[in-house]
C-alpha cells in the first residue's frame, strides 16, 4: 500500500510538472510571437545587404551573380515563395545562359523544393525529372533524393487512403535509402533522414532515437532544421499517444519556425488543431490565424487547403467560446451591478443612521453641557447652602445663648420680685447693633463665597456709575441688594425686611441701578451669571 501511494504521488508531481512546462512553453511561444517582427526586420535587413552586393556586380561576374542569387534564394526558400521562385529562375537562365549544365541541374533541385512546399508536386515531379543526378555534387544529390522522398511522403499524406498511401510511402523510402547513401560524414543529414524514414515506417522508436540525437545540445544544426526536427519528433510522440511530450515538442518546433523567420510551416497549424481537442479555443485560434497568415505571407497552396479545413471549426468554437465569455461577463457584471446598488443602499442607509445618530449626539452633547451647567449650579448652591447654614446656626447659636441667659436672668429677677431690674436687662439688647452684626456677617461670607462679585458689578456700568464700598464696609446697601438677588432672593418684600427698608425704596434702588447698567436688559442675568468661589 505505502508503494501504491508513492506512485500516485510521483504520477502527480510529473503531471504537474508537465502541466508547468507546456504553459511556460505556450508563453515562451507568444513572448517569441511578439519579437516575429524583429526576427523578419533581421531577414530583410540580410536580404538587402544581399541586394546590394549584387548590384555592385559586373554583369559579366557570371560565378558572383550565380552565388548571390542562390544566397538570396536560401533567404527566401522557407520565407516567400514568390521571391524565391524569382531568383532560382534567374540561377537557371543564366546556367542556360553559360552552358552549365551541373549549375542547371542544381537550380532544379532548388526550384524543386519551393514548389514541393508551395504544394506544386507536378511541377516539382517535373523539375526534379530534368536532373542528371551523375552532374550534381554530394549534398545536391542528397537534397534531389531528399525532395523526391518527400514529394511522395507528402502525396502519401495527402491521399490519405489504404490504396495509394503504401507505394507512395514505399517509393519514398526508396528515395530516401539513396539519399543516405551519399551523406558520408554528413551524420548530420543522415540522422534526419534515417528518422525521417522510420517515421513514415511507423518504426517509432527508432525514428525517436534518430531524432533525438539531432536535438542534443553539442549538435551543431541550425534553427530551422531544429524546427523540422523537433516537428516530426513531436509527432512520433503523438503517434505513440505521448500528448503532453508531442505537444511540447510541437511548441518547440514553433518557437525554432520563427526565429528562423520559416514562414512555410507545420508545427503551428499542428499546434494549434492540438489545443483545439484539448479545449483551449484561445490559443487555438490565435495559433491558427497566425499559421494562416504565414501560408498567405508564402503563398503555400497545400499548408492553406490544411487550414482552410480546420480553421472554420477552431473560429466557430472561438465564437462560441466568446459568446459564452461575454454572457458570463455579463451575468458577472449583473452580479456586480447588483451589490453596488446594495453597497450604495446600505451605505445610504448607513449614511442616514450616521445623521441620525450625530443629531443624537449633539442633543445628548447639548444635555451634557446642560447637566454640566446644571451640576455646576447645584455644586455651587449646595455649597452656598452649606456656608450660609454654617453661619446660620453659628448665629443662631449665639442668639439661643443669649436667649437663655436674658431668660435665666429675668427669671431670677422675677422670683427675687425685682422688677425694676427688668428692664435694664431688655434695654442691653441693642437691636441696631445686631442688625449691624448681621450685615457683617453676611457681607464678609458672601465676599468669601462671591469673591469677583463688586469687579464683575461694577464692569457693567461706565467709571462714573460703579458702586464701591467705603474703606470701614465690605458691601453697602446698594451692593447689598444685588447680593440677595445672587443668592436667590429675588422677592421685594423680602429683601425689604432684610434691610429695614420699605418695599417701594427697594424697588426705587433696583430700577435707579439697572437704569446706569451699560446693559439694562441683560443686568440682573449677567448678576446671575456671577460665579461662585470654587470649592473644589
Not at 447645584?378 to 447654614?389: F, G, Q, V
Request: charged residues 25%; hydrophobic residues 40%; proline residues 2%.
Amino acid at each position: 500500500m505505502k508503494y501504491y501511494f508513492c506512485l500516485i504521488f510521483l504520477l502527480t508531481s510529473f503531471s504537474v510538472f508537465a502541466l508547468n512546462t507546456t504553459d511556460n512553453l505556450i508563453d515562451e511561444l507568444k513572448n517569441e510571437i511578439a519579437k516575429k517582427n524583429g526576427y523578419d526586420n533581421n531577414k530583410e535587413i540580410r536580404i538587402k545587404k544581399l541586394k546590394l552586393n549584387l548590384s555592385r556586380l559586373s554583369k559579366d561576374d557570371y560565378d558572383g551573380q550565380f552565388y548571390n542569387w542562390n544566397s538570396l534564394y536560401s533567404e527566401y526558400k522557407s520565407y516567400q515563395f514568390d521571391s524565391a521562385y524569382v531568383y532560382v529562375d534567374k540561377m537557371i537562365s543564366l546556367s542556360k545562359l553559360r552552358g552549365d549544365k551541373p549549375r542547371e541541374y542544381y537550380s532544379y533541385v532548388k526550384m524543386a523544393f519551393i514548389l514541393l512546399s508551395s504544394g506544386m508536386f507536378h511541377e516539382a515531379f517535373d523539375f526534379l525529372h530534368k536532373v542528371d543526378v551523375k552532374a550534381l555534387n554530394n549534398p545536391a544529390r542528397i537534397d534531389y533524393y531528399f525532395f523526391l522522398g518527400r514529394c511522395n511522403y507528402d502525396l502519401a499524406n495527402y491521399s490519405n487512403d489504404k490504396y495509394f498511401t503504401p507505394n507512395y510511402i514505399e517509393t519514398g523510402n526508396k528515395f530516401i535509402d539513396s539519399a543516405i547513401s551519399f551523406c558520408g560524414d554528413d551524420y548530420i543529414s543522415r540522422n534526419y533522414l534515417l528518422g525521417l524514414q522510420k517515421l513514415q515506417e511507423k518504426k517509432f522508436e527508432e525514428g525517436k532515437t534518430w531524432f533525438t540525437k539531432l536535438l542534443e545540445n553539442k549538435t551543431p544544426i541550425t534553427m530551422h532544421l531544429r524546427a523540422m526536427v523537433s516537428c516530426s519528433l513531436g509527432t512520433i510522440y503523438l503517434e505513440n499517444n505521448q500528448k503532453t511530450e508531442g505537444l511540447n515538442l510541437m511548441i518547440q518546433s514553433a518557437i525554432s519556425d520563427i526565429k528562423s523567420s520559416t514562414r512555410e510551416t507545420v508545427a503551428l497549424y499542428t499546434l494549434a488543431e492540438i489545443l483545439y481537442k484539448e479545449g483551449n479555443i484561445k490559443d487555438a485560434y490565435s495559433f491558427i490565424q497566425l499559421a494562416k497568415d504565414d501560408a498567405d505571407f508564402y503563398g503555400a497552396r497545400q499548408r492553406k487547403i490544411q487550414i482552410g479545413s480546420i480553421l472554420p471549426v477552431i473560429a466557430a468554437a472561438e465564437l462560441n467560446n466568446s459568446e459564452h465569455q461575454k454572457n458570463r461577463f455579463l451575468v458577472f457584471l449583473v452580479i456586480i451591478t447588483a451589490l453596488a446598488l446594495l453597497v450604495v443602499f446600505f451605505m445610504l442607509m448607513l449614511f442616514k443612521q450616521l445623521k441620525k445618530l450625530k443629531i443624537k449626539e449633539r442633543i445628548i452633547e447639548g444635555n451634557n453641557v446642560q447637566l454640566s451647567e446644571i451640576n455646576g449650579k447645584l455644586i455651587e448652591d449646595a455649597k452656598i447652602k452649606e456656608e450660609y447654614i454654617g453661619q446660620f446656626f453659628k448665629a443662631i447659636s449665639g442668639y439661643i445663648l443669649k436667649l437663655e441667659n436674658l431668660k435665666i436672668s429675668i427669671d431670677a429677677k422675677l422670683s427675687m420680685k425685682k422688677y425694676d431690674a427688668i428692664h435694664p436687662l431688655i434695654d442691653s439688647i441693642d437691636i441696631k447693633k445686631e442688625r449691624e452684626n448681621l450685615y457683617y456677617s453676611f457681607d464678609h461670607i458672601f465676599v468669601k463665597i462671591f469673591p469677583n462679585f463688586i469687579n464683575v458689578f461694577n464692569s457693567q456700568f461706565d467709571k462714573k456709575d460703579q458702586i464701591w464700598p467705603q474703606e470701614d464696609e465690605v458691601l453697602n446697601t446698594d451692593l447689598r441688594i444685588f447680593a440677595l438677588i445672587r443668592m436667590g432672593i429675588s422677592d421685594n418684600d423680602t429683601i425689604a425686611k432684610i434691610l429695614e427698608y420699605s418695599v417701594n425704596t427697594i424697588y426705587v434702588y433696583k430700577m435707579r441701578i439697572k437704569a446706569k447698567s451699560l446693559h439694562p436688559e441683560q443686568f440682573e442675568q449677567c448678576i446671575m451669571n456671577i460665579k461662585a468661589f470654587d470649592f473644589n
